[in-house]
């Protein structure tokens, strides 16, 4: 029975030969640490098959799941940040635009695109909080001020899906001029009757939340999502008080009357498709 006694010891495996698994073949949930494939984690629409930990994706990922055969037409594809302060951190604002360009291969915090949705033809704007954090800027403000124009002028539902840290600081006061003109625009559509759902993802804070993010025909969330105005600990320090257990999560949010429903992404398709028939 020599076969079942080991000769050798240890793993003599030369390097070149060892096997490894190629890199992004597995995902592990952040919330319960479970490891799953990551094709079986798309399949799922980015959440975690254990415990529908949500995971943050980007403007891409939702025109894939939303777009009927991820087919839609891009608007204002090119609109890029000027440099209207001169403004200099560590690095020259332009210098930041052009490396998180080269980084993420967008243009801007956000991407406005129509297409059909189950058929039902739809303008969607989703953030990027890849970008500079999913800041609100001039172009942010621009790009879904036009949007609601093609929403307006080909009278069809206008979808924005909110993933941000709030103002963007290298351009102060023009920045939070976004706040008045993406609701104005709003407004416009609201006389129109034309429908706006607002779909607040983690996280959602800041000027967005004080401005388009909430001001829709119905504000939904994903599971989990961090929304606020100012974050839990500027929050604390300034009160000098402890927050409630769950302070600013989509569920407390929703318990405190802030938000119509909360909704899983993996139904996200079907639960739009639901509510713009119910408006129709």
């Known amino acids: 029975m020599s076969w079942f006694t080991r000769k050798d010891k240890g793993i003599l495996t030369p390097t070149e030969s060892k096997r490894e698994a190629p890199d992004g073949l597995w995902y592990q949930c952040p919330s319960c640490k479970k490891a799953m494939h990551t094709r079986e984690h798309r399949l799922l629409a980015y959440t975690c098959s254990n415990c529908n930990y949500h995971e943050k ?8 799941l939303l777009f009927d055969q991820t087919k839609y037409t891009e608007l204002d594809a090119m609109l ?3 440099d209207p302060l001169n403004f200099v951190d560590t690095k020259k604002y332009p210098d930041r635009i052009r490396a ?3 980084k993420t291969g967008l243009k801007d915090a956000v991407r406005t695109a ?3 949705m189950n058929d039902a033809d739809i303008v969607i704007s989703a953030m990027d909080f890849s970008f500079i954090g999913g800041s609100m800027g001039s172009v942010v403000g621009e790009k879904i001020a ?31 001029m976004q706040m008045a003109k993406t609701s104005a625009k709003l407004a416009l559509l609201a006389e129109a009757g034309i429908p706006y759902i607002s779909l607040l993802t983690d996280p959602t804070t800041g000027g967005v939340t004080a401005s ?8 939904i969330s994903e599971p989990g999502a961090l929304i606020g105005f100012a974050g839990p600990r500027v929050i604390r320090e300034t009160i000098g008080k402890d927050l409630p257990k769950g302070f600013q999560s989509a569920e407390f949010v929703l318990e405190h009357g802030f938000l119509d429903f909360i909704v899983d992404r ?4 079907d639960k739009l498709s639901s509510l713009l028939g119910m408006l129709a």
């Not at 994706?57 to 894939?64: D, R, T």
């Not at 388009?212 to 504000?219: P, V």
């Not at 993996?266 to 398709?269: A, C, E, N, R, V």
């Open 57 to 64: 994706i980007g403007s891409q990922e939702y025109f894939e």
């Open 80 to 82: 890029s940040s000027g």
């Open 266 to 269: 993996k139904d996200l398709k």
């Open 100 to 102: 998180t360009e080269k």
């Open 146 to 176: 036009r949007g609601i124009d093609y929403a307006l002028e080909h009278k069809i539902p206008f979808l924005m899906i909110s993933k941000s840290g709030g103002a963007r600081m290298m351009e102060a006061g023009f920045s939070l």
């Open 114 to 116: 129509h297409g059909k």
């Open 212 to 219: 388009y993010a909430m001001l829709g025909d119905f504000n």
